[in-house]
């Protein structure tokens, strides 16, 4: 069952379309990325969702419901650049946000130290929040945006001013946080995208371009590409590897010639052929499946 569905969302700023006319699914207890570069309309499509932008036109619906008035104790949502009352302890700012959301003040101080314990900062809770990491006021910042237990978790780029650890931290806490409620969130960080999500949606210029599972886009876009390797020039054995008849197309990046080719199996046994009959200085050959960078871009140049 879907929890979120819309329908030809439009976000227009004089004159200017920013978000044009697009569709697309939240499943129940799914995490879905929204993917695209800076300026593809990710942020103004998160703030729609949460009900802090007018859409120009669209329809948001909610477990079969179109929304109307005031959604937000279904929807939880954490700004890129979230703010906090640096003076306050962590436990205190839990506090002071689950009494805005209504609850009594013992269910608040209840509510704060069970998220304080789910998100891992329980032990700087009486800590002031200036002191906080990066990672652990995006944990403090997930914590406050659930604190009334929405069904629909919005993360505007959870991981894109995080260190290595603090990324890893906070995506595995989003693995967890999908088993009680749904998650969509945007990254222009694909590998992240990657490995968190159930289902993609391809946002380009205000569009969505393609959207599904990863395995339903994979079968369409990703293709298993041949990686080479050698001790001489790249572009002397690129011309060629691009004489070869079930080759399809090469590039050049870094030290690697990678070769993509209309049949693989075969072009392994030419290349190899090729590399024992003629000496080549092949030091490496392997068969690597294309990246999500690589998917996105075939469906952009659609």
Known sequence: MNLLTVNQL????KGKTVVNHIDFKVPDNACVALIGPNGAGKTTTLKMLAGLLQPSSGEIIFHNRPIKGDFRNYIGYLPQYPTFYSWMTGYEFLVYCAKLCLLSPTAAKSRAKELLQKTGIYEAKDKRIASYSGGMKQRLGIAQAIIHQPKLLLLDEPVSSLDPIGRREILLLMEELK????IFFSTHILRDAEEVSDELILLHQGKVIESGSISNLQDTYQTSMI???????????????????NVSDTYI???????TAIDIPSAREEILLEAATHNWDLTNFSIDRASLEDMFMKAVNR
Do not use: G
Request: hydrophobic letters at 30%; charged letters at 35%.
């Open 227 to 245: 990686r080479l390797e050698f001790q001489d020039s790249l572009e002397i054995y690129q011309e060629k590897v691009n004489k070869l008849s």
């Open 179 to 182: 088993k009680d409620m749904s």
């Open 10 to 13: 439009t976000k227009s700023y």
């Open 253 to 259: 990046e870094k030290n690697t010639l990678w070769v």
